[in-house]
C-alpha cells in the first residue's frame, strides 16, 4: 500500500482586520498539530477582495475586531452567503470567535440601535450591553448534547455584545461572563462550527479543543479515514492548569 500523507486547508479569514489579540496564534496550533498528525498543511490568507474557495478549504477561522471592522467583513462575506451556509450544514468546521462569532447570526445591534449585519448563518441575534464584559474566562467543555466533557477551557475575553441563542453551547461558564453574563453559558457549537467569546490564544492554551476542529476538519474532508494519534501535551496542559487556578481563585 502506497502511504500518502493528508492535506489539510486551512483558511483564515480577513487576517488584516479580524486579528484582534492576535487571534491569528491559533492558525499556527492548528497547522503545527496536524503537521504532528503527518498532515501536510496549506494556510490560505483570504483578505478583502480576495476570493474564498470553499470547495478547497477544510477549516474556516475567523477572529475579533472591532465594530467597524465586523461590519466591513460582513459585507464582503455577504456574496459567499448561500455557499457558506450549504458548506456549514454539510459539516464545514469554522472557528469563529468574539466579532467573527457574532457575524455567523443575524445581527449586531449596537447601543444607538443601529444594526451591523451578520450573515445570519446561524439563527441568533447580539445586542450591546451597558459595560464592555472583559476578563480571564473558565469555562467547563461541553459536547453536543450539553454533558460536561471533563476539560475545562480557559482564555479573555473582551466583548460589549450580548448573545442568546438556542444552540448547544460550547461550555458553561465557571469564571467569567461568556455569551451575556447572565444565563452562564459560553460559544456555540453546531455541526462543525464552534463560536466563542475567548480571544487571542484561545488554541495554544487549550490543545484538546484544537484536536477536536482538527479532527472535526479531517473528518469533514476524509470521512472516518484518516489516523490520529495523542501528541505530548505536557507542558501545554501545565500552563493550561496555571490559568484555570489562576481564573478560579480571583
Ligand atoms: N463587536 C463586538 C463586541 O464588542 C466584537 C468585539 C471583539 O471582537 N472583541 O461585542
Given at each position: ?32 498539530r496536524?503537521?504532528a498528525r ?40 455577504m ?135 482538527l ?6 474532508r ?10 505530548d ?6 500552563a ?11
Open positions: 500500500m502506497i502511504w500518502m500523507s493528508k492535506l489539510l486547508r486551512i483558511v483564515h479569514l480577513f487576517p488584516e482586520l479580524l486579528n484582534l489579540y492576535a487571534d491569528q496564534g491559533n492558525i499556527a496550533v492548528l497547522a503545527k496536524a503537521q503527518d498532515c501536510e498543511v496549506s494556510v490560505q490568507r483570504v483578505k478583502l477582495g480576495d476570493s474564498l474557495d470553499l470547495e478547497n478549504s477544510d477549516i474556516l477561522v475567523l477572529g475579533g475586531g472591532s465594530d467597524r471592522e465586523q461590519a466591513v467583513v460582513a459585507k464582503e462575506l456574496r459567499y452567503r448561500a455557499d457558506l451556509l450549504t458548506a456549514i450544514e454539510a459539516g464545514l468546521p469554522v472557528l469563529a470567535v468574539c466579532g467573527g462569532y457574532q457575524l455567523l447570526g443575524h445581527y449586531y445591534e449596537l447601543p444607538n440601535h443601529e444594526k451591523i449585519s451578520g450573515l445570519g448563518l446561524l439563527d441568533f441575534i447580539t445586542k450591546a450591553g451597558n459595560k464592555r464584559l472583559i476578563g480571564d474566562i473558565a469555562i467547563s467543555w461541553l459536547d453536543e448534547a450539553g454533558h460536561d466533557r471533563g476539560e475545562t477551557i480557559v482564555g479573555f475575553e473582551n466583548h460589549g455584545g450580548r448573545t442568546i441563542h438556542s444552540y448547544p453551547s460550547l461550555g458553561r461558564v465557571l469564571r467569567g461572563y461568556g455569551n451575556n453574563g447572565d444565563d452562564q453559558l459560553e460559544g456555540l457549537q453546531y455541526k462543525g462550527v464552534v463560536a466563542t467569546y475567548i480571544h487571542g490564544p484561545l488554541l495554544p492554551k487549550n490543545p484538546h479543543l484544537a484536536d477536536d476542529l479532527q472535526k476538519a479531517l473528518r469533514y476524509y470521512g472516518e479515514s484518516f489516523s490520529w494519534c495523542s501528541l501535551d505536557q507542558l501545554a496542559m501545565r493550561h492548569q496555571f490559568l484555570l487556578n489562576r481564573t478560579l481563585s480571583r
